[in-house]
C-alpha cells in the first residue's frame, strides 16, 4: 500500500486555468522530489525539497511552482495551463541517501 | 555529466523464461548507487532492487538479480521464471551521494507472453 498519494489522479483542464497537483506522504521523509513523465515515458526531475521552506527548481525548465510549509505535504501549482503541459506529474519521497525514492501513483494531466 | 543508458526501448519474454535487461551508466564518481524501478502500466513505479557501488557482490531479490561490472559501468538486471504481472517499463537510475538525485535511463518495455 502506497505510503504517498497524489492527487487527482487523472485531470482534464482547460487552456489558462490554475491547477494545483497535490502530493503527501506519512513517512515523514524530509526529502521529496516531483518529476514530469513525457509520453515517451522519459523522467524529468521538475523540483524538489530537503525540508520545510526549502524548495530547488530541478535539472528540466517548468512553469510550475512548488511549496513545502509541511513536512508531509508537497503540492505543485501551475498558474496558467498550456497544452504543453499535458503529462504525467510523478511525486516520490525519499529516506534516507542510496536507500531510493518510493512513489506516488502521479497524476495524469491533459491540458485541452 | 552523468547519464544511464538503456539501449533496449522494447523487450519480450515468454512465461517462465529468463530476460535480461542491459543499464550503462557514465560517472566519475566512486561511490553511488544504482537501482532498477518497475513502471507497470497505469500504476505506481516501484523500487525492483538496489545495488551499492562499493559491493562487489550483486544483489538479488528473489527471481530479480543484477549483474554489477563498476569496471565496465555497466548495470543489467536478470529476470527468472518471467511471470505475467512482470509486463512493465523498467527504468534503471542512478545516484550520487553528492548530488542526492535519481537520474533516470529512458526505460525498457518488458512484454511477458503467455
Known amino acids: 500500500e502506497a505510503d504517498i498519494y497524489q492527487t487527482p489522479r487523472y485531470l482534464v483542464i482547460g487552456t489558462g486555468k490554475k491547477i494545483t497537483l497535490e502530493c503527501s506522504q506519512t513517512m515523514g521523509h524530509d526529502k521529496m522530489y516531483w518529476y514530469q513523465q513525457d509520453p515517451g515515458m522519459e523522467l524529468h526531475l521538475i523540483h524538489y525539497?530537503?525540508?520545510?521552506?526549502?524548495?530547488e527548481k530541478g535539472d528540466l525548465s517548468s512553469e510550475s511552482t512548488v511549496s513545502r510549509i509541511r513536512t508531509e505535504h508537497f503540492p505543485l501549482t501551475l498558474e496558467s495551463a498550456r497544452p504543453s503541459h499535458t503529462s504525467q506529474y510523478l511525486c516520490a519521497s525519499r529516506k534516507d541517501r542510496g536507500y531510493g525514492y518510493t512513489f506516488g501513483s502521479g497524476t495524469r494531466l491533459t491540458v485541452v | 555529466a552523468q547519464t544511464v543508458t538503456q539501449s533496449q526501448p522494447e523487450m519480450s519474454v515468454q512465461e517462465a523464461e529468463t530476460v535480461t535487461l542491459s543499464c550503462t551508466y557514465d560517472?566519475?564518481?566512486?561511490?553511488?548507487?544504482l537501482f532498477w524501478y518497475k513502471q507497470p502500466p497505469s500504476r505506481q513505479m516501484i523500487l525492483v532492487i538496489r545495488?551499492?557501488?562499493?559491493?562487489?557482490q550483486n544483489a538479488t531479490e528473489n527471481r530479480f538479480s543484477v549483474n554489477f561490472q563498476k569496471a565496465a559501468k555497466s548495470f543489467s538486471l536478470k529476470i527468472s521464471d518471467s511471470q505475467l504481472g512482470d509486463t512493465a517499463m523498467y527504468f534503471c537510475a542512478f545516484m550520487t551521494p553528492n548530488t542526492d538525485k535519481l537520474i533516470f535511463g529512458t526505460g525498457t518495455r518488458l512484454q511477458v507472453f503467455p
Open positions: 525539497s530537503y525540508g520545510v521552506n526549502s524548495t
Open positions: 545495488q551499492e557501488a562499493y559491493k562487489q
Open positions: 560517472t566519475s564518481e566512486s561511490n553511488y548507487y
